[in-house]
């Protein structure tokens, strides 16, 4: 609310006139818009009582509000207690709410000519308003922060949680409100009232609400940071899906989700969170969207991860994407703060894709922003021009097929098992937070298929010639079944997690046999490719935690199989990473200890210090490489960090999307087809890889793959498209008797070939020895043997 100078009908309309012409250019590429309205905190839900002059509490503050009740896990001081963003705030009306919709879809719809609507918000926690209904009046709603001994954390509505009596009259309640009322009967009862009296279209619920009440952190009611409370999993799940429920026979309005900060199997370990049948009761259309703790913890490993197994199944047929542009409660907007105006965050999760029960390549269907105004209620049109620039652009290289890895995510079997089993809910946690590790450290995963979909994947032949990385749960009948299949067409599989959850045939096809366990600080011994570490410490353990890592290492290798990686224990070794022909597996083991309790109430996961622990989340990437798509960086030490990245196809051209977050890192690749010559920049190539020196953002097109003896400088530029038939044209330099694979769009009509001496464009039209390649050309593919010096490939389009 705080770009509103007033409420007056000048001031709405031409506010909202500013809103919608600064992100045009993105609207314009849009079938629809809408506009969510983060009022207060949902709290003016709450008090709705049919009275239309009454006051609203709105966000017009920066800091941290409600700081009177304690509900924060931090230090609250002056300066970071909520104040008013200026002096003459002016005083807000429910009817002035119900003018405020009203001129936004009035304008939005007169300006952009595509069907506008517009959105409330309910958030459970205490940052954006003052509430003294959550922190006074019923604080019986509020998770408390030392429940299950989890530590001092932010206090937020539990969703299945109970109303004391209240005797105030209510829009849904107007003889008061029954002791023992179920929030979400309230919620919704409210909710429908208040949206359909204001004109509201849809509701927004934020930061984990009808998820967990500890949306911010990986304990919960389930794991505590010492042990899995497996018992508590039955009855948490009951309650949250009565909360639906009971919510959703109150109100029928389109309803949207935020989720939490995590994945769908560390959400269900941690908290018992039962997403598929949340998704089933919910009613709303898509699931929740990448979440924004990117900018805030740096961890875009959870943001991927979370996202790709939030999506391996929806609720309809969409998901969304979401940028973090600014924030209009806090001093940071970090589009400028912390992204420093670098895309990567945008080029990243708009990379992900799913394969849906027909085994198509879907992309995010909804774009959101939060949010468009700054906490001091600017409306910068450096904002929308800029970012609207790159999500058009990212949009225009949407993946179109399956990455070259795909992370199989077993979404049903996770739910079946908790329900016949809670004590298994520790395995999801584990395996998700291990890939999660495998991310942070390079592993470029941004395709997912759910086994629930995998069939109608192989059958469309979706998945043939990709590398599938699963966790051994799936190793088991019909889906072992399909990723026989798929091994036999030419696929790997690369398995991660304890072998015991495979089956026997599972197992054998892994070359694996089960033994004793071992566990604690290990050695790792192992020959695989590794990063090159200028200051390499000169030894280091590997931590196996078995509460955190699905039990202790027991996997020993078949004779038939080689052993990648092995930890010993004394006299005892394991083996930690197999190949068998196409199958592989890696064990996997925690990146982080337990959380204990400090001395000031708070209980932390600590990372593992990479100067004394080996990455178990690298083990991942290394095994990969085996597997035909290497990715290794340089860097200085042990703490410096890789890039968090994906590859993706579009147009047959291979894209590499990331974000690098110490550019003294190095990166280095080399795919199936060949190490990559990304258009624009230049690579030196040794070894079988190229290795680039980017900036944070990477975001790159390869259409030239090389293998070649000598190490050189490689390059790839774009020149202009010649003669006028031409769609485009790439020149690529510094071959020595190589072996180069060019990628064309498969519907390309004809291309033409100028390599070696000759390959040099006059501008003005003099004859060049070039020759018609157009029938060499297979299933988009160019290869070309001994080339030495330079090549330009052209090619037409049917556009």
Known sequence: MKPFPSWSDADLESTAATMFDQWRDLIGAAESAAVLLWIADGSEILEWNLDLDHEVTWASSVGFSNTEYDPYSHT??????????????????????????????????????????????????????????KYEEHPEIVAGDDEQRLGKLIKMIRANSVLHADERAFAGYPDGVPDGTPFG?????????????????????????????????????????????????????????????????????????????????????????????????????????????????????I??????????EVPSDGFLFRFYVNDPWFWQNPWWD?????????????SVSRLDDRGRVRTASDVQFLSIDTE????????????????????????????????????????DDAAADPESVRHPYSEDWYLTAAINAGTPVNTVASTRSLSAAVAAGSLDGRILVAPTRVLRGTVLDLLETLTARGASVLAYGPADRADDRGRRLLGITLADGIEGDLDLETALDADTIASEPARRLLRHSSTLSGGPIREIAAPDATVLASVRSGSEVRAYATRQGPWAWVRGSSTFDRAPMDDHGFRHSRPLDPREFE????????????????????????????????????????????????????ARYRLPLGAPVFTGLEGWYAAGHTEYSFGKTLHAEARVFVHQEDAATLACRELSPYPYSMTRTLKATGFT????????????????????????????????????????????????????????VSWSENR
Not at 83 to 91: A, L, M, S
Not at 108 to 133: I, K, N, Q
Not at 338 to 350: A, C, S
């Open 303 to 312: 943001e991927m991860s979370g996202y790709l197994s939030r999506i391996a």
């Open 185 to 301: 009967e309230f919620l919704g009862r409210q909710a429908a009232s208040y949206l359909a009296e204001m004109g509201f279209d849809y509701l927004w619920l934020s930061n984990g609400f009808g998820f967990s009440a500890y949306s911010w952190t990986p304990l919960g009611e389930t794991y505590n940071g010492d042990e899995f409370l497996s018992d508590r999993v039955p009855g948490v799940s009951a309650t949250l899906l009565e909360f639906w429920s009971t919510f959703r026979r109150e109100c029928l309005f389109p309803i949207e989700v935020r989720g939490t900060n995590f994945s769908t199997g560390i959400d269900l370990g941690g908290d018992g969170v039962p997403t598929r049948e949340i998704y089933a009761a919910g009613g709303f259309r898509n699931p929740p969207p990448n979440s924004p703790w990117g900018p805030l913890n740096e961890d875009f490993g």
């Open 615 to 666: 990455e178990a989340g690298a083990v991942l990437g290394r095994v990969l490489g085996e597997l035909g798509v290497s990715c290794r960086f340089t860097r200085r030490d042990a703490t410096s960090r890789a890039a968090v990245q994906s590859l993706h196809q579009n147009g047959n051209a291979t894209w590499l999307n990331g974000y690098l977050a110490d550019t003294t890192t190095r």
């Open 376 to 415: 001091r209620g600017e409306l910068d049109p450096r904002a929308g021009r800029e970012v609207s620039g790159h999500v058009l652009r990212a949009l225009e290289s949407a993946p179109d097929e399956a990455g070259p890895v795909v992370w199989v995510y077993p979404f049903d079997e996770y739910a």
């Open 737 to 792: 008797d190589a072996r180069v694979t060019v990628t064309v769009p498969r519907d390309a009509s004809r291309v033409v070939l100028v390599r070696d001496d000759q390959a040099a464009l006059n501008l003005i039209g003099d004859v060049v020895a070039s020759r018609d390649v157009t029938a060499e050309v297979a299933d988009g593919r160019l290869a070309l043997e001994h080339v030495t010096g330079s090549i330009i």
């Open 76 to 133: 609250v001081t002056p300066d970071n207690t909520a104040q008013p963003f200026r002096p003459d705030v002016t005083p807000l009306r429910y009817r002035d709410i119900r003018r405020l919709v009203a001129a936004i879809r009035r304008v939005g719809e007169r300006m952009l000519g595509v069907p506008v609507t517009v959105g409330a918000t309910f958030d459970p926690g205490p940052e954006f308003a003052t509430s003294r209904f």
């Open 338 to 350: 912390f992204y420093n105006r670098e895309p990567f965050d945008i080029y990243l999760p708009l």
